[in-house]
């Protein structure tokens, strides 16, 4: 099972930020927080993760919480090509396994013009 | 274009039919995986190959059989499959196994009928 919780979907200005949240309030000290993304017929696409530092690249900015039960995933200007489901996904720990990324419903969001 | 091609993009097949879906990255990555993406369902790993060895397995009924002839192609053979296998089959790679930001490919449609 995923172990966060995302809003089914949002809304976002075209120009404006997105911010989408997510909640892992059961996520262990050493699990990563990891954000794709799926563009309508198209494969996902890895953003960004992070553990406990915010971290910023290219597409996006990933706040984590000082006590990490939550995070945020920022596009700074969004644009209609932004509109895509978001997942955030935690990278589960397994014993004498290779960890595993566990996509769930994911936040549908919308740039409108 | 991500790196990762995938072939053919849509696909119809009678369920006596045998059939195989081809996965081709051009990127250098040791690591390929298959994933099932079914209506209104999340995500669903199938297959993890690290360095053409096949290292997870998760649970798929044999009427899918993968192959890693080596690390830059994957392949999925289809047989005797069911209505309720239509779904988009998505490929992925990534560096090696530690490394969770996958690329993936646009994915095959397969409608069974």
């Known amino acids: 099972d995923a172990k966060t919780t995302q809003p089914t979907s949002m809304d976002c200005a075209e120009g404006r930020a997105a911010n989408l949240p997510c909640n892992h309030s059961?996520?262990?000290?050493?699990?990563?927080v990891y954000w794709y993304r799926q563009i309508h017929s198209q494969g996902p696409q890895y953003i960004i993760h992070?553990?406990?530092n915010n971290e910023t690249n290219e597409m996006a900015s990933l706040i984590i919480t000082e006590d990490r039960k939550s995070s945020t995933l920022i596009l700074p200007h969004a644009t209609l090509r932004d509109t895509a489901v978001y997942y955030c996904?935690?990278?589960?720990?397994?014993?004498?396994?290779?960890?595993?990324?566990?996509f769930g419903k994911g936040t549908r969001l919308h740039i409108l013009p | 274009e991500t790196g990762v091609t995938q072939t053919p993009r849509h696909l119809v097949m009678g369920m006596t039919n045998k059939k195989s879906l081809k996965c081709e990255q051009h990127?250098?990555?040791?690591?390929m995986y298959w994933y099932k993406q079914s209506a209104k369902k999340p995500l669903e790993l199938m297959f993890v190959?690290?360095?053409?060895?096949?290292?997870e397995n998760n649970s798929v009924p044999s009427r899918f059989s993968p192959e890693c002839p080596n690390s830059s192609h994957l392949f999925l053979h289809l047989h005797t499959l069911q209505p309720e296998d239509s779904a988009l089959y998505l490929c992925?790679?990534?560096?090696?196994?530690?490394?969770?930001?996958?690329?993936f490919g646009s994915g095959t449609r397969l409608t069974v009928v």
């Open positions: 990127l250098g990555h040791n690591a």
């Open positions: 992925a790679s990534s560096q090696n196994r530690d490394d969770y930001g996958y690329t």
């Open positions: 190959y690290n360095f053409k060895e096949q290292t």
């Open positions: 992070g553990l406990k």
């Open positions: 059961t996520i262990s000290g050493n699990e990563y």
């Open positions: 996904i935690v990278r589960v720990r397994r014993v004498n396994r290779d960890d595993k990324i566990i």
